[in-house]
């Protein structure tokens, strides 16, 4: 079964310090790897994204590592912000049809604290 | 900022009315989506559609319709609205790259209350 899991499910940080999140998924075949942010009430806005040849992709304070081998994916926070505070959602596509289905995880809730 | 509209963003209606959730994107996209999403849960496909007079049920079962008369607009409709229905709806679109690689780009959502 096509799978997306997340974890942790929920983070807390202060301020100024860096964090990591998970992603590990089933998904077969594979096409393409995206981490979204979505805002409390907002539509999720996309980070990055990396295909089964890319294994790191950058976005200012974001970066995202791809291991197409285990099938885990990371997307690491530098210096957190305020306004980092949202759900990140790993998002696995499938190369299964033209549509490129898209497979999502629950996200990550990060709360930044000043 | 992607160019993709809807409205409205809250809603709360009785039980038995009809609704239709609108979404308009300008930026010519071919594909659009609609998704529910409840709180702490995935995004799940209810509707696409690949472009003008196409329309696909998505994964989750769903008792809304959709049309696509027009290429930068895609409302949802419930003709009937249960508690059931109280979720969020999210509404995206995406260009065809050919690549695979398509970026769905996604509306601010509506939050429908069905009491």
């Known amino acids: 079964k096509n799978q997306v899991e997340q974890s942790p499910q929920s983070l807390i940080i202060l301020e100024g310090k860096n964090c990591t999140l998970q992603?590990?998924?089933?998904?077969?075949?594979?096409?393409?790897l995206r981490w979204y942010k979505q805002d409390t009430g907002r539509g999720p806005v996309s980070l990055t994204i990396m295909t089964f040849s890319e294994n790191t992709k950058s976005n200012g304070r974001y970066t995202a590592t791809l291991d197409a081998d285990t099938k885990q994916s990371s997307l690491h926070i530098t210096a957190s912000q305020l306004s980092d505070s949202a759900s990140y959602i790993c998002?696995?596509?499938?190369?299964?049809?033209?549509?490129?289905?898209?497979?999502f995880g629950r996200g990550t809730q990060l709360t930044v604290w000043p | 900022e992607a160019d993709i509209y809807q409205t409205p963003r809250y809603l709360v209606i009785g039980t038995g009315k009809k609704i239709t959730l609108e979404c308009s994107q300008t930026?010519?996209?071919?594909?659009m989506y609609w998704y529910q999403q409840d709180p702490g849960m995935e995004l799940h496909l209810i509707h696409y559609?690949?472009?003008?007079?196409?329309?696909e049920k998505g994964d989750l079962s769903s008792e809304s319709t959709v049309s696509r008369i027009r290429t930068e607009h895609f409302p949802l409709t419930l003709e009937s609205a249960r508690p059931s229905h109280t979720s969020q709806y999210l509404c995206?679109?995406?260009?065809?790259?050919?690549?695979?690689?398509?970026?769905?780009?996604f509306g601010p959502g509506t939050r429908l209350t069905v009491l």
């Open positions: 930026m010519g996209h071919d594909k």
């Open positions: 559609s690949y472009g003008v007079n196409s329309t």
């Open positions: 992603c590990n998924y089933t998904v077969s075949p594979f096409s393409n």
């Open positions: 998002v696995v596509s499938d190369r299964g049809s033209t549509l490129g289905r898209l497979y």
């Open positions: 995206a679109s995406s260009d065809t790259t050919g690549t695979g690689t398509d970026t769905q780009y």
